[in-house]
């Protein structure tokens, strides 16, 4: 039984739509899994021993404050952890999609938002969102409409966004390959998170898929000079099709959000489960890595 905890943002800037872990609780983490569970990354399950009290650590995305919050932190409790790249993202320095999105709505400073699209609920075509509260609570229903459309029909709808709301900055959030380089140097792995950080279990398109797992590997190599051992599915979405490429690819492990343990023998080396820690009173923390909260959910969902 391995626990395997993913994070994503570390900072200490609060915020409504995605709130990044608080350093302290982020600290309260690693020092907890330090003391409890023997650390290694996940790089190394296919060949490690591995006991009831394994753990690993990873990162989705690769922002910027991974190198700059969370590294030094890893550093206090020598821990190493494993950090997924969307690599197209790192080259434009352009976060994802979700978050950019996410970013639009809360700095522009414009009332109106015009999205006539016919794969849009009617209701969500034209708004008045007169204030910072309404954008919030609309891109809030937004996001989760365009993570079941068509990679081509959400990139239109970002980009008309955008175009919209082109008072609003790129947000300068990512790491860089020289951050990487430095990730690598100290002992941390690099692994893929495709190119566009698109959902792989949505693309019917097979050559766009290869491409997604492919393209990304040879940025890794061309840039760090070894290729990626694990690929982590964008928002946790793959399918069989998925799993077959990513092997016949050269990965060796592929990546879940499954909120689970992972069980050698009952998962998938390429459906290895994670548990997602996020910003929340520690005593909630503490039964997420325990998987304590699961189990309870489990009873309470048969009862």
């Given at each position: 039984?391995?626990?395997?905890?993913?994070?994503?943002?570390?900072?200490?800037?609060?915020?409504?739509?995605?709130?990044?872990?608080?350093?302290?609780?982020?600290s309260?983490?690693?020092?907890?899994?330090?003391?409890?569970?023997?650390?290694?990354?996940?790089?190394?399950?296919?060949?490690a021993?591995?006991?009831?009290?394994?753990?690993t650590?990873?990162?989705?995305?690769?922002?910027?404050?991974?190198?700059?919050?969370?590294?030094?932190?890893?550093?206090?409790?020598?821990?190493?952890?494993?950090?997924?790249?969307?690599?197209?993202?790192?080259?434009?320095?352009?976060?994802?999609?979700?978050?950019?999105?996410e970013h639009?709505?809360?700095?522009?400073?414009?009332?109106?938002?015009n999205?006539?699209?016919?794969?849009?609920p009617?209701?969500?075509?034209?708004?008045?969102?007169?204030?910072?509260?309404?954008?919030?609570?609309?891109?809030?229903?937004?996001?989760?409409?365009?993570?079941n459309?068509?990679?081509?029909?959400?990139?239109?709808?970002?980009?008309?966004?955008?175009?919209?709301?082109?008072?609003?900055?790129?947000?300068?959030?990512?790491?860089?390959?020289e951050?990487?380089?430095?990730?690598?140097?100290?002992?941390?792995?690099?692994?893929?998170?495709?190119?566009?950080?698109?959902?792989?279990?949505?693309?019917?398109?097979?050559?766009?898929l290869?491409?997604?797992?492919?393209?990304?590997?040879?940025?890794?190599?061309?840039?760090?000079?070894?290729?990626?051992?694990?690929?982590?599915?964008?928002?946790?979405?793959?399918?069989?099709?998925?799993?077959?490429?990513?092997?016949?690819?050269?990965?060796?492990?592929?990546?879940?959000?499954?909120?689970?343990?992972?069980?050698?023998?009952?998962?998938?080396?390429f459906?290895?489960?994670?548990i997602?820690?996020?910003?929340?009173?520690?005593?909630?923390?503490?039964?997420?890595?325990?998987?304590?909260?699961?189990?309870?959910?489990?009873?309470?969902?048969?009862?």
């Open positions: 039984m391995v626990r395997n905890f993913l994070f994503h943002r570390i900072s200490p800037d609060r915020d409504p739509l995605w709130d990044p872990m608080d350093p302290d609780l982020f309260k983490c690693l020092r907890h899994i330090s003391e409890n569970y023997d650390v290694i990354t996940i790089e190394d399950l296919p060949h021993k591995l006991h009831e009290q394994t753990a650590i990873s990162f989705d995305d690769g922002y910027k404050d991974n190198i700059e919050v969370a590294l030094p932190i890893l550093e206090k409790y020598r821990v190493k952890a494993s950090f997924y790249v969307a690599t197209d993202c790192i080259d434009n320095q352009t976060p994802t999609w979700t978050y950019y999105l639009l709505f809360k700095n522009t400073q414009k009332p109106e938002l999205i006539d699209f016919e794969y849009l009617e209701g969500m075509r034209v708004k008045q969102l007169q204030d910072y509260n309404s954008r919030i609570a609309y891109v809030k229903k937004l996001k989760p409409l365009l993570k459309l068509t990679l081509a029909q959400r990139r239109e709808v970002v980009l008309h966004v955008s175009g919209i709301y082109n008072d609003v900055e790129k947000p300068n959030v990512m790491m860089t390959w951050d990487l380089k430095k990730l690598r140097q100290l002992g941390h792995q690099v692994g893929s998170h495709t190119k566009s950080h698109t959902m792989l279990g949505h693309l019917s398109d097979e050559t766009r290869i491409e997604e797992l492919k393209g990304s590997r040879d940025r890794i190599f061309e840039m760090l000079g070894e290729n990626p051992k694990t690929i982590s599915y964008p928002n946790g979405s793959y399918n069989q099709r998925v799993t077959e490429l990513s092997k016949e690819y050269g990965y060796l492990s592929g990546l879940a959000v499954k909120q689970d343990v992972y069980i050698p023998g009952r998962d998938s080396i459906e290895i489960p994670r997602e820690l996020y910003n929340e009173p520690w005593w909630k923390t503490k039964l997420r890595i325990s998987n304590s909260l699961e189990r309870i959910k489990k009873v309470l969902r048969y009862k």
